[in-house]
């Protein structure tokens, strides 16, 4: 039995058993890190595969939907049913517009009916020939009248041509007051106080009330009216393009008084619902610089030309000398008294 043992055991150590591996515990994926929170207002895109993000379509850019038209508030667009509704009753309005009396302040040197021959009053009938030329060949009824800077006697052109105009028994002539900032035409007809244009666009004031009529003659006025603390959003408004678009079909001419170009976009918004417009500079006080940059502000609104304001009489005529002796031969002043406006208008076509 030994042998055997001895046999068995020998045969054993030569052909060993394959040992079996070392059972090992399953792995258990850790627990995956805490996800941060994003910062609040940063978009987190999810996590995607490389395989999958390789084949997937790129996807289209992020288009903000469009903001929706802001409604007006339903005052305001009552406002416009009203004023629009009021407007419709505009020719019953004008002729039974309340009379003033022309009694403008000496010191605004407005034509004065009783001198006809008055240096300024020959003047502004000239500007308002070459005017009503231009109005025979195109569609003329409202001519804003503005300038570069303040104090270049834009109000004083706006002033007189509406009287000049006026003067012409067929001619329906309104002077309508849009320089909400610095209003003068109230001031100039002692009218101060009443209601206005801005009374009327904020719903203060009814068409018919502020419509006046100088004495009896066809020259109309509209004032500025109370103070706006915010004149171009009122220029903005429906209502204001809606009354302007009324005036011009009632009067031959509206002629508006605006702010200066440079020093606030009020006549630049004017000129685009005007038909026209006036361009004033004064000698001596406006540049060349301050000239070009209102045309270029004035765009191609129609600018019929430019009146030249604050000639001497000596270098109004050094070229015309025979135009002087015609109208005013029986006036022998003073050369060097000073002129209002020099008809200078040249038709930019």
């Not at 409202?142 to 303040?150: A, E």
């Not at 015309?320 to 208008?345: F, I, K, L, M, R």
């Amino acid at each position: 039995m030994s042998r055997v043992h001895d046999a068995l055991r020998r045969a054993a150590q030569e052909n060993p058993q394959p040992e079996k591996p070392p059972t090992r515990a399953p792995k258990v994926a850790p627990p995956p890190p805490p996800s941060e929170e994003p910062a609040p207002g940063v978009d987190t895109a999810p996590d995607v595969s490389p395989v999958l993000a390789a084949s997937a379509p790129e996807p289209a850019p992020v288009v903000a939907p469009p903001e929706p038209e802001a409604a007006q508030p339903e005052y305001r667009q009552n406002a416009l049913v009203e004023a629009i509704a009021d407007l419709e009753r505009l020719e019953d309005v004008i002729r039974a517009a309340p009379f003033i009396p022309f009694d403008p302040l000496p010191e605004a040197l407005l034509i004065n009916p009783a001198k006809p021959r008055a240096t300024p009053a020959e003047e502004f009938r000239s500007l308002r020939t070459r005017l009503n030329h231009l109005q025979t060949v195109q569609p003329l009824h409202s001519l804003v009248v503005t300038s570069p800077s303040p104090a270049e006697g834009k109000s004083f052109t706006a002033m007189n041509l509406a009287v000049a105009q006026a003067q012409l028994a067929e001619k329906r002539v309104l002077l309508a007051d849009f320089d909400f900032r610095r209003p003068t035409i109230d001031k100039t007809f002692r009218i101060s106080g009443q209601a206005g244009i801005t009374d009327y666009l904020q719903g203060r004031a009814r068409i018919g009330e502020i419509i006046n009529r100088v004495a009896d003659s066809n020259l109309y006025l509209m004032t500025a009216g109370g103070p706006a603390a915010n004149p171009l959003e009122l220029l903005n408004l429906k209502e204001c393009r809606a009354l302007l678009d009324a005036l011009r079909n009632h009067f031959d001419w509206v002629i508006i008084d605006t702010p200066p170009l440079l020093f606030a976009a009020d006549a630049n918004l004017l000129s685009t619902m005007a038909d026209s417009s006036l361009l004033v500079v004064r000698i001596g006080s406006t540049t060349f610089d301050a000239v070009s940059r209102a045309m270029q502000s004035l765009c191609e609104n129609n600018v019929l030309g430019v009146v030249v304001n604050g000639a001497r009489r000596g270098e109004l005529y050094s070229k015309y000398t025979y135009y002087h002796d015609y109208y005013y031969s029986e006036n022998n002043g003073d050369e060097n008294e000073q002129v209002g406006a020099q008809d200078a208008v040249t038709v930019q076509r």
